[in-house]
Structures are given as structure tokens and as C-alpha cells.
């Protein structure tokens, strides 16, 4: 089985983002960050346990859309297993949010699950 990748973001909740939409010049004003491209996560050979379990990494993403800092809120308990998770939020391609139509650093929970084989 593949593991199941889940995703979510994590909107600022700031002024910005009830500025009336006639100030903006782009489709989307405000949004929040988003992933666009999520490699393929491969299942690592792993001897220790469990080999199974939920990753859940808090993402810093730039106004550049790429991963500034990283942090695990919910391990596995297999570092194997969170490495992957971790390599594949990194190898994986954001969108910035967007404030005003302007691109700024944002977050993203990045979840991935590993099902029990």
C-alpha cells in the first residue's frame, strides 16, 4: 500500500485579508499557501517500529513558495518514516500566500500517512 498524502494550510488571519476585493489586480486577492506538486513518497525499508502511523510537519513557507523551516507536531514514532514525510514537504512545490495579490511568507500542515502493511 502507498502511503496517503493529506494536506492543509493554515490562513493568517490578518486585516489584509478583508480588504475589499476592487484593490486588487489579480483573480485570487488573498489566499492562503498551497501545494501544488507533491513528489511520490516511497515507503522506506525500515527495521524499526512501528512501520506505520500519521506524519504531521508545521511548514514556514516563503514569499518565494519554498519551505524556510520545518517542525514535527506528530511523529510516527519511526524516524524512517518521518524522514520521508519530511523529504517529500521539502521536495514539494507551494504556492505563496497572497495578500492583496502580493505574494508573502506563509505556513502549511503537511500530513502524510503511512498505512499499516
Do not use: W
Amino acid at each position: 500500500m502507498k502511503p496517503v498524502i493529506a494536506y492543509a494550510c493554515i490562513a493568517a488571519l490578518t486585516g489584509a485579508l478583508s480588504a475589499p476585493a476592487a484593490a486588487a489586480t489579480c483573480p485570487v486577492p488573498n489566499k492562503a499557501v498551497d501545494v501544488s506538486n507533491i513528489p511520490k513518497i516511497d515507503f522506506p525499508t525500515t527495521k524499526t517500529s512501528p512501520a506505520h502511523g500519521t506524519v504531521v510537519l508545521h511548514l514556514d513557507i516563503s514569499a518565494e513558495g519554498t519551505v524556510t523551516t520545518h517542525k514535527v507536531l506528530e511523529s510516527t514514532g519511526n524516524k524512517d518514516l518521518d524522514l520521508a514525510a519530511l523529504q517529500a514537504a521539502r521536495r514539494a512545490t507551494y504556492t505563496p500566500e497572497l495578500i492583496e495579490c502580493k505574494p508573502v511568507a506563509g505556513s502549511y500542515l503537511f500530513v502524510v500517512v503511512f498505512p499499516e502493511r
